[in-house]
């Protein structure tokens, strides 16, 4: 069965640094988010692209945050200087082409900053 | 701005019984989701319903839709102990497909 993975499953970095976290999609779906989970709490929404562009992003996706499709299968989410609020479960998730389908989640990466 | 409440946020339960998470969201929406998280992992994909009035059901489980009270519910039919995880509903509203997602039901069932 098809499925989201992501890399690493576990970065540990020290605060300032720049982190890459990757994934690969579903190979053909077009939809691709990011969302966070701070331990214990609920699932936020980060951003989505499509399109090889952003179509929507939250306030907590500021200008330390980019995203990235460099080739046709990773999807990538760099935190430019990261911070000690940064750490938190981050899980990308593909769609497919029609709306009303389910996004299909990677395991996630757990980010921690110290 | 659509807000997504869960109750109860914790569910301890023995096994054989029977019981209903709620899922109430602020605004209008087209689609709503259940997943279901065991601790350390991802989100499971459990239920997508899209119309009023939808019911679907697998195994010990079953979720329905009123959009009318913008209101869904999952019932869990004689709780197992594999049934213990956490579980979040989730809605997406017209125009966007980002997902807004409830503050989850740890749900504990015991012996």
């Known amino acids: 069965e098809p499925e989201v993975t992501q890399t690493p499953s576990h970065q540990v970095t020290q605060m300032g640094q720049e982190v890459i976290l990757r994934c690969v999609p579903i190979?053909?779906?077009?939809?691709f988010y990011w969302y966070r989970q701070i331990l214990g709490q609920k699932v936020e929404f980060l951003v989505s692209f499509y399109n090889n562009e952003i179509s929507e992003k939250s306030e907590i996706f500021d200008d330390q945050f980019s995203v990235e499709r460099p080739d046709g299968s990773n999807f990538t989410l760099k935190i430019r200087s990261t911070k000690l609020e940064d750490s938190a479960m981050y899980f990308c998730a593909s769609r497919g082409q029609l709306m009303n389908t389910e996004a299909f989640f990677g395991q996630g990466t757990r980010l921690t900053v110290v | 701005e659509l807000k997504v409440e869960q109750n109860p946020l914790f569910l301890s339960m023995q096994e054989g019984k029977n019981y209903t998470i709620y899922c109430n969201y602020s605004?209008?929406?087209?689609?709503l989701y259940w997943y279901r998280q065991d601790p350390g992992k991802s989100l499971e994909s459990l239920f997508v319903?899209?119309?009023?009035?939808a019911v679907k059901q697998e195994g010990r489980l079953m979720a329905s839709l009123d959009t009318k009270a913008r209101l869904s519910t999952l019932h869990i039919t004689a709780a197992v102990h594999d049934l213990s995880a956490t579980y979040f509903c989730?809605?997406?509203?017209?125009?966007?497909?980002?997902?807004?997602f409830g503050t989850g039901t740890r749900l504990q069932v015991f012996p």
């Open positions: 190979s053909n779906h077009l939809y």
């Open positions: 319903l899209l119309s009023n009035g």
């Open positions: 605004t209008t929406s087209d689609r």
């Open positions: 989730a809605v997406s509203s017209y125009n966007t497909d980002k997902l807004i």
